[in-house]
């Protein structure tokens, strides 16, 4: 039963621009710490449990960090989270998938658009990519409606869709907010009924949400529990799980 249900960790490695969204200034060299501090802290939980994922990467984050993609990119699968998080033209598909592979030696099969962004599936298709990653098919306001988009694995174009995981039921989306600050037992049990469902979740997270900072008016939602409540709850969700299904990177599910 084990090897039938497959879930997927994947986070987001990008410069941490978020507090520059509420106003605060924060620099990129300081954007860059704080998200390679997060990894380290994820990197440690991933390798005491044994479990491979995938890590969204832009191509501006490795190309400051190389020695660090090369070193994840020896367990997990690194894919493209674009060229910048902040900004985005049509030749970023290719620019940074091209990076990637530069630094890693190895091919990137997936994308990730910023903040589940709409995509070209001809530009991806045509910078030679597998699959996409960028739907999250639920309701949030103020950013986008994708209420009625598939939840299950699917094919557009010539591009594998594999939607971000909602709850079965009234379509919660089982992303970093929910994770964080949903009850624990509730956002398992949610967790196990989708598992159930599909035979797979695709969890994201972001590496800065594990380690902690303050800055001024960002919302408490979206600081609570980071640091080490949130490397508990990592910790516990992989001991959770651990003997229900397979821990693997996105790109095992091409051919489930």
């Not at 039963?1 to 994947?10: D, P, R, S, V, Y």
């Not at 520059?20 to 860059?32: P, R, S, W, Y």
């Not at 995981?165 to 989306?173: A, D, E, K, M, Q």
């Amino acid at each position: 039963m084990q090897q039938n249900k497959k879930i997927c960790l994947t986070f987001d490695l990008e410069e941490f621009d978020l507090p520059n969204e509420f106003g605060n200034n924060l620099d990129f060299e300081k954007q860059l710490s704080i998200s390679t501090n997060g990894v380290l802290k994820v990197l440690n939980i991933l390798d005491k449990h044994n479990v491979e994922c995938t890590f969204f990467c832009t191509a501006n984050y490795a190309k400051h960090n190389v020695e660090l993609i090369k070193k994840i990119a020896v367990t997990h699968e690194i894919a493209s989270h674009s060229y910048f998080h902040s900004s985005f033209s049509e030749s970023d598909y290719a620019l940074s998938k091209k990076e990637l592979e530069d630094i890693i030696k190895k091919p990137v099969y997936g994308f990730r658009m910023p903040r589940m962004n709409n995509v070209s599936v001809k530009y991806l298709h045509a910078a030679g990519y597998l699959y996409d990653s960028s739907i999250n098919p639920t309701y949030l306001p103020g950013k986008y409606n994708h209420f009625n988009s598939k939840r299950h694995i699917f094919l557009k174009g010539q591009i594998t869709e594999i939607p971000a995981s909602v709850s079965t039921f009234l379509r919660i989306p089982l992303f970093w907010l929910s994770f964080k600050n949903l009850p624990f037992k509730l956002y398992l049990f949610l967790c196990k009924i989708e598992l159930k469902k599909r035979n797979f979740l695709n969890i994201y997270l972001h590496p800065w949400e594990f380690t902690p900072w303050e800055h001024a008016n960002i919302p408490f939602y979206v600081k609570k529990n980071n640091g080490s409540n949130l490397c508990n709850r990592l910790e516990n969700f992989i001991l959770a799980f651990k003997s229900e299904a397979q821990f693997c990177p996105l790109s095992f599910l091409l051919n489930s």
